[in-house]
C-alpha cells in the first residue's frame, strides 16, 4: 500500500503561500457556515450548520467572524482538538487557543485570547474600509 501526501495551499493577501498537510487543517466537519445556537448557553460557544444567520464561517486553515479573521498556526488532535489560531480584526491582533469539541449536532468551542496588541485605529480601519465601509 502507497501512502499519500495530501497537502492544501493558502494564499494569504500579503501573497505569501503557505502549505498544509491535512494533519494541519480543521477537520471537515466543522468547515462550512455556523450559528450560534443560543438555546443552549454554557461557559463554551456552541455552533450548528445553518443559512441564515451566519455567525462563523470555518475554512480548513482558519476562520472568518464579524470583523475578526483568524488561521490556523497548529492543531493538536485528540479526544478534543486544540488549535492555536493568530487573529487579526478592526485594529487589533491577537493568539488565541481553543479548544474544539464536535459533537452530534455541531461542535463548540472555548477560547482563550492571549498576546493582543493595537495595530491601528479601529475607528479608522472602519471608516477607511475598501470593502464597503462609510467613508
Same mark, same amino acid.
Given at each position: 500500500?502507497?501512502?499519500?501526501?495530501?497537502?492544501?495551499?493558502?494564499?494569504?493577501?500579503?501573497?505569501?503561500?503557505?502549505?498544509?498537510?491535512?494533519?494541519?487543517?480543521?477537520?471537515?466537519?466543522?468547515?462550512?457556515?455556523?450559528?450560534?445556537?443560543? &438555546?443552549?448557553?454554557? $461557559?463554551?460557544? #456552541?455552533?450548528?450548520?445553518? !443559512?441564515?444567520?451566519?455567525?462563523?464561517?470555518?475554512?480548513?486553515? @482558519?476562520?472568518?467572524?464579524?470583523?475578526?479573521?483568524?488561521?490556523?498556526?497548529?492543531?493538536?488532535?485528540?479526544?478534543?482538538?486544540?488549535?492555536?489560531?493568530?487573529?487579526?480584526?478592526?485594529?487589533? &491582533?491577537?493568539?488565541? $487557543?481553543?479548544? #474544539?469539541?464536535?459533537?452530534? !449536532?455541531?461542535?463548540?468551542?472555548?477560547?482563550?485570547?492571549?498576546? @493582543?496588541?493595537?495595530?491601528?485605529?479601529?475607528?479608522?480601519?472602519?471608516?477607511?474600509?475598501?470593502?464597503?465601509?462609510?467613508?
Amino acid at each position: 500500500m502507497q501512502g499519500r501526501l495530501l497537502l492544501g495551499l493558502e494564499v494569504d493577501p500579503g501573497w505569501h503561500i503557505r502549505y498544509h498537510s491535512m494533519m494541519d487543517m480543521l477537520p471537515a466537519v466543522i468547515v462550512g457556515t455556523f450559528c450560534i445556537a443560543y &438555546e443552549n448557553i454554557s $461557559d463554551a460557544i #456552541i455552533y450548528r450548520r445553518c !443559512d441564515q444567520p451566519i455567525h462563523i464561517i470555518v475554512g480548513p486553515t @482558519g476562520f472568518e467572524a464579524n470583523e475578526t479573521s483568524c488561521q490556523l498556526v497548529k492543531l493538536r488532535r485528540g479526544k478534543v482538538l486544540l488549535a492555536s489560531f493568530s487573529c487579526r480584526g478592526a485594529g487589533v &491582533e491577537w493568539k488565541e $487557543d481553543d479548544e #474544539i469539541r464536535i459533537t452530534k !449536532d455541531g461542535w463548540e468551542l472555548k477560547y482563550s485570547i492571549r498576546a @493582543g496588541r493595537k495595530v491601528g485605529d479601529p475607528t479608522r480601519f472602519i471608516l477607511t474600509d475598501p470593502k464597503g465601509g462609510p467613508g
